[in-house]
């Protein structure tokens, strides 16, 4: 089975702060990889996607993450936070078309 | 343009009510998931549908659940005699057919007193 492990429940940062959020999934074989985020009050948006080729992603909005078949692992990363990054982020993965199985989720809290 | 729309946002139950949650996909997609989150967790895959047709219903709990994809209008979450235990925020999805990639709504949440 599938499982998602999201290592920090809540992340607090002053802008232009750094952000890395770690994700780890076990799963056996090939998977689709993603990032969703969740504004307050907004629907939960696509951050960024890996299937394959360079492991190195590049998402909307700045961020990126890196995939580490090794490590089993999708860590998100941005250089420098604003404010309005302030949102809920949910790593996610499928190794079977639809059935996405998510993280519990990271809250992010960005101090002016 | 609008995304996958879900209603209502917000939803009060009594213990033994029913509830009635509704989506309506994104323009041109034909297939619809719910996914359920319940307080400190992940969202959790719930059923697969397609227009009048179950897909996957895996996820869905084994009684007082169901979940429609009629033909005309929106697919329908519906859970019946509802129990604490049902407080949740539920959010629904869709994608074209073959699509490895949901859009999602901005989800429903359900608070049973």
């Known amino acids: 089975a599938q499982s998602v492990s999201q290592h920090n429940h809540h992340v607090i940062l002053s802008e232009a702060a750094s952000l890395e959020l770690g994700c780890n999934y076990s799963?056996?074989?090939?998977?689709?990889l993603f990032w969703y985020v969740q504004y307050p009050g907004q629907h939960l948006q696509l951050l960024l996607k890996y299937f394959s080729g360079d492991p190195l992603v590049k998402g909307i909005k700045g961020f990126e993450a890196e995939f580490i078949k090794s490590k089993f692992s999708f860590n998100l990363r941005k250089p420098s936070v604003q404010w309005s990054d302030t949102a809920e982020y949910f790593c996610?993965?499928?190794?079977?078309?639809?059935?996405?199985?998510f993280g519990k989720g990271t809250k992010l809290s960005v101090i002016p | 343009n609008a995304g996958v729309m879900q209603n209502p946002r917000h939803l009060v139950r009594r213990r033994g009510q029913e509830a009635r949650l509704r989506c309506s996909p994104m323009?041109?997609?034909?297939?619809v998931y719910w996914y359920r989150q319940l307080p400190e967790e992940g969202l959790k895959f719930m059923v697969y549908?397609?227009?009048?047709?179950?897909?996957?219903e895996s996820g869905m709990p084994k009684e007082r659940f169901s979940a429609e994809f009629p033909k005309e209008g929106p697919s329908i979450l519906r859970i019946q005699q509802v129990v604490r235990g049902d407080s949740a925020a539920y959010f629904c999805a869709s994608s074209p057919p073959a699509a490895n990639v949901l859009t999602f709504g901005a989800g429903s949440r359900l608070t049973v007193l």
């Open positions: 549908l397609q227009k009048e047709n179950i897909i996957d």
């Open positions: 996610a993965v499928n190794g079977r078309g639809y059935q996405l199985t």
């Open positions: 799963y056996g074989g090939t998977v689709n």
């Open positions: 323009k041109g997609h034909s297939h």
